[in-house]
């Protein structure tokens, strides 16, 4: 289903760092450890993870509270008060997240960070315009956007959004392999009444302009890990797996994708994944249906990680999982394979979209 948008073109004020934003700007300093320039516009997360230091973050979009942090002095804005990564004893303790600070005067800090946490690619803000749109089904698109300069990004891993009208970033996972050119690939699934996901699935026209900051994320695909590899996509969790098994077939890597939907009507990840080499072969599609089925139904039903358990089961421990998804089934997940199959945690890469 193609769906070429046309209309006005929205513009925003894209960000780019320069010289002068890298070198000037308030000075950030953790306590007993590294010190960095927070510049323009960036959140405490951004601009530390831009300097190469191993801050502590997931989400970066202030819903997980990884990357609580105490202010020990100085002064920051707060972006988002009510953001769902603080709790209410956190904010009684003066805790604050760094996805949602702006520094606004030399401060220091106290987070504990670690290597696991520093950037294998730095990220860069630039701006991009979108250059094609194509529905996926009632509630889902692909989008796909030119960014100004070449992008660099591992898969699996996720960009931050600045929408046109839109409070706040978005997170989304490219759902393509870079290729040294500037494209960039997204699915978004539109959340009920979601500002962010209802403008990038229906509203959004050809030739708009938005902000693009990437890459971030963890879950990228470990290509010399030497074990065959489990993806698990659940619903909008698609696009991180598909750039994931578009790699893995790009080195002839073997992967079972499992793929779990509410409805069958959800199921559209098998036209992307047939025109990879290796599909039925080396590449292997697991369709599971959590809601009702048509009595034709010849694929699997029920909820995405029993499949998984059914088809991989004891041979868990030889794999590489990577999954992404609502956080309802991250949790089945990692219960299923680190309680239940002994599974080594290192051999789990997830995002959770909060
Ligand atoms: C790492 C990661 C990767 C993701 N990848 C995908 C993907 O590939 N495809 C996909 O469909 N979804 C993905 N998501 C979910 C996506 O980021 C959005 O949460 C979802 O689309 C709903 O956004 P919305 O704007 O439509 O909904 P809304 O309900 O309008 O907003 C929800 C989100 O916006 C942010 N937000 C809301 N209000 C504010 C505010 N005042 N200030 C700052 N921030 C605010 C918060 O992050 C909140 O979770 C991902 C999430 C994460 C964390």
Redesign the pocket.
């Known amino acids: 289903m193609n769906s070429p948008m046309t209309g006005p073109v929205e513009t925003l004020p894209a960000q780019q760092d320069t010289l002068a934003d890298v070198c000037t700007g308030p000075r950030v300093t953790i306590e007993g450890g590294a010190s960095f320039v927070a510049a323009g516009e960036d959140s405490l997360l951004r601009a530390a993870l831009r300097a190469g230091i191993g801050f502590p973050h997931e ?5 997980c509270g990884a990357c609580r942090f105490e202010l020990l002095d100085g002064q920051v804005e707060e ?2 008060h009510d ?1 769902p990564g603080l709790g209410e004893r956190d904010r009684r303790r003066g805790k604050r997240l760094a996805c ?1 600070s702006r520094v606004i005067g030399d401060c220091r800090v106290k987070v504990r960070c670690d290597d696991i946490y520093r950037p294998v690619i730095r990220p860069l803000r630039q701006s991009a315009t979108l250059v094609h749109h194509r529905l996926l089904g009632a509630d889902m698109a692909e989008l796909s956007f030119e960014t100004e300069h070449a992008v660099d990004f591992l898969a699996g891993q ?1 960009a931050l959004l600045a929408l046109p009208g ?8 490219m759902s393509n392999v870079a290729d040294g050119s500037g494209l960039m690939q ?6 009920p ?6 403008l990038l699935v229906d509203r959004l026209a050809i030739g708009a302009r938005i902000g693009i900051d990437a890459p971030y ?1 963890h879950a990228y695909l470990r290509e010399d890990a030497g074990r065959p590899i489990v993806c698990v996509a659940g619903g ?2 698609l ?2 797996m598909l750039s994931i098994a578009r790699r893995a077939a790009e080195l002839s890597m073997p992967v079972d994708f499992f793929f779990g939907g509410r409805s069958i009507g959800d199921l559209c990840a098998e036209p992307m994944l047939a025109t990879l080499p290796g599909f039925g072969e080396r590449l292997r599609l697991h369709n599971v249906v959590s809601g009702p089925v048509d009595a034709g139904w010849r694929g699997a039903t029920g909820w995405v990680h029993e499949e998984v358990d059914r088809v991989i089961g004891g041979n868990a421990g030889g794999r590489e999982f990577y999954f ?1 998804g609502p956080p309802a089934m991250i949790e089945s997940l990692q219960s299923l394979l680190m309680l239940q199959r002994q599974v080594p945690f290192p051999q789990l890469h997830f ?4």
């Open positions: 989400c970066s979009v202030g819903g972006l988002w953001a949602q996720y839109v409070r706040g970033m978005r997170a989304y996972s997204f699915i978004v699934r539109r959340t009444d979601g500002i962010g996901s209802g994320g909008s969790g696009a991180p992404a995002d959770r979209f909060v």
